[in-house]
């Protein structure tokens, strides 16, 4: 198993810009989940899903979007990036919402 | 509002000793525990996952325990390495498998 995978590692874009940062996973996991880390705040949920066609919004929803459209694939839309969303993006899953979490390796962000 | 507190922020130890990672929580209606460990420009990996039933878990040189009254988990390490040198994380899981993550303590295991 290839675990969680996150592309790109890394990405510049400018402010207005849009992107989508791609997630997946390969153990059939039903939960997914997108947080941003940042020094000094820690890592916080931006949005969650339970299952294909099933999202929510978590901590900190503002200026992205998501849509899980299979299992395997819960990927994060940033519409019109701004400064402040330079971080670093890390993705999880779980078999089900109590169950062990296992985490990507990140997407580092800078939005200049 | 869950808030995560993780004390000491950083620690540096000889390596050989034992030591414990302290982490306390506001809200005790939580349904599990998950401690990580991170390295510096890495992803975090899961160490623990102990259940609200659990008091204790075990994996290796790592001990985790859970009293969710007095809303507490600590993480004992058993004779540190320089290898787990990392920061480590505690997130208690909320209602719908949201994770609540505190500010880390950042451990140095000098050789």
């Known amino acids: 198993n290839a675990g969680v995978t996150q592309t790109p590692k890394f990405q510049v874009l400018k402010t207005g810009q849009s992107m989508t940062l791609q997630c997946a996973q390969d153990m059939n996991h039903e939960y997914m989940s997108w947080y941003r880390q940042d020094p000094g705040m820690g890592l916080r949920l931006i949005h969650y899903s339970v299952g294909a066609g099933i999202t929510d919004q978590g901590e900190v929803p503002n200026g992205y979007n998501v849509s899980r459209s299979t299992t395997e694939d819960f990927p994060l839309r940033l519409l019109s990036a701004a400064p402040s969303q330079t971080s670093v993006y890390f993705c999880?899953?779980?078999?089900?919402?109590?169950?062990?979490?296992?985490f990507g390796p990140g997407t580092r962000l800078l939005v200049l | 509002k869950q808030e995560v507190t993780q004390i000491p922020a950083a620690l540096s130890v000889p390596e050989g000793e034992n030591l414990v990672l302290n982490c306390s929580f506001t809200d005790s209606a939580i349904y599990n525990l998950q401690w990580f460990r991170q390295d510096p420009g890495k992803g975090l990996t899961s160490l623990l996952l102990?259940?609200?039933?659990?008091r204790e878990q075990t994996s290796g040189r790592l001990n985790a325990s859970l009293d969710k009254s007095s809303g507490r988990s600590t993480l004992y390490i058993a004779a540190s390495q320089p290898g787990d040198s990392a920061t480590y994380l505690c997130?208690?899981?909320?209602?719908?498998?949201?994770?609540?993550f505190g500010q880390g303590t950042e451990l140095s295991v000098k050789p």
């Open positions: 999880a899953s779980s078999y089900s919402s109590g169950r062990t979490q296992y």
């Open positions: 102990i259940q609200s039933s659990q």
């Open positions: 997130a208690p899981h909320s209602q719908g498998g949201k994770l609540i």
